[in-house]
């Protein structure tokens, strides 16, 4: 902010004295509004600039480039033709050319640059990276933090710049509970990159035309050959019927619970009603949720219940069971 002001004072105080120099005073005052609209101009270009791609700069760049060469050469030409051997040709002919063809060069080099892919050399079996793309919600999660602790995790772990924007936006957030979990994941990105175990990359990567951060992330992993580090439910479908390798943290949570088998006794405490006419919830101590048919009588109780089924899905696990003894769960409870 503070520079930009002090562009603001340069630009205008050196329009200023320009004109002063060749103009009276009153005249002089419009060499300070152009020099203060100046500086506007370029802080807006400055900020347009910011939000491009690397890609889309250099190609705008080599295109502009190309388009002045072309220009050059043509305005050249234009002495040689047999029509205008004997009279000058305009002088704003030339300006015109020269602007049209570097106005092209700009605008098909800055759109064919978001196509150019910078070329890659294809590391060897052993220096292969084996990248791990986070996601927005197993940022705010935590627990990828906790498990990369443990050393389980191994190689880079990629965090996309449109993905730390997403952070910073939620962050910045009107909402209490959104700007609190958007803190808490940048908070979490911070002590993680501070860790002498993992290794964080912030890739400034972009898709423009690609809407969305989930589309983005999916298209990122397809142009890196990388997996996705998700708790997203709805990504891990879209991203598997893509062809992208997924890496759910609730698949690993699921994986770590004990395991239970049909037939097991287990005391719960029935909490709430389910969804279906007599039936009890209760929750493990890892939160997995159980189901106790005609368990609504024991509502608050604690009881002996046996597993007869177990549903396990990438949102989490169920547990069905019925009562063991009708009698003993009364007397116990």
Not at 79 to 99: D, G, S
Not at 210 to 227: F, H, M, Y
Not at 239 to 260: C, T
Request: glycine fraction near 10%; hydrophobic fraction near 45%; aromatic fraction near 8%.
């Amino acid at each position: 902010m503070v520079i930009r002001l002090l562009l603001i004072v340069a630009c205008s105080s050196s329009g200023y004295l320009i004109a002063l120099k060749y103009h009276p005073f009153p005249l002089s005052l419009i060499g300070l509004v152009s020099g203060f609209f100046l500086s506007i101009f370029v802080i807006q270009t400055e900020q347009a600039i910011r939000k491009l791609s690397l890609r889309v700069i250099f190609g705008g760049a080599i295109g502009t480039v190309i388009g002045l060469l072309i220009a050059f050469l043509f305005t050249c030409g234009l002495k040689f033709m047999p029509a205008l051997e004997e009279q000058e040709v305009i002088p704003w002919v030339y300006a015109i050319i020269t602007f049209i063809l570097g106005y092209l060069g700009l605008v098909l080099g800055s759109k064919k640059g978001e196509d150019f892919h910078f070329p890659r050399s294809t590391p060897s079996k052993d220096e292969k990276q084996d990248y791990r793309i986070l996601d927005t919600s197993v940022i705010i999660d935590g627990r990828m933090s906790d498990i990369s602790d443990t050393g389980f995790i191994e190689g880079t772990l990629i965090v996309p710049r449109f993905v730390l924007d997403e952070l910073q936006l939620i962050a910045d957030s009107s909402d209490h509970m959104k700007r609190s979990r958007g803190r808490r994941g940048l908070d979490i990105l911070n002590r993680m990159q501070k860790s002498d175990g993992i290794k964080i990359e912030i890739v400034d990567i972009d898709f423009p035309k690609i809407k969305g951060v989930d589309s983005k992330l999916v298209a990122l992993a397809k142009e890196q050959g990388g997996k996705i580090v998700t708790n997203d439910y709805n990504l891990n479908k879209v991203a598997e019927l893509q062809g992208i390798k997924i890496l759910n943290i609730n698949d690993l949570a699921n994986a770590l619970k004990p395991l239970v088998l049909p037939g097991e006794g287990m005391t719960v405490r029935v909490i709430k009603e389910g969804k279906e006419a007599g039936q009890g919830l209760a929750y493990l101590d890892d939160g997995t949720m159980v189901v106790v048919d005609n368990g609504t009588r024991y509502m608050g109780k604690s009881v002996e219940v046996v597993v007869t089924s177990v549903l396990q899905t990438s949102a989490g696990r169920m547990i069905f069971s019925g009562m063991k003894d009708d009698e003993r769960n009364g007397i116990s409870a």
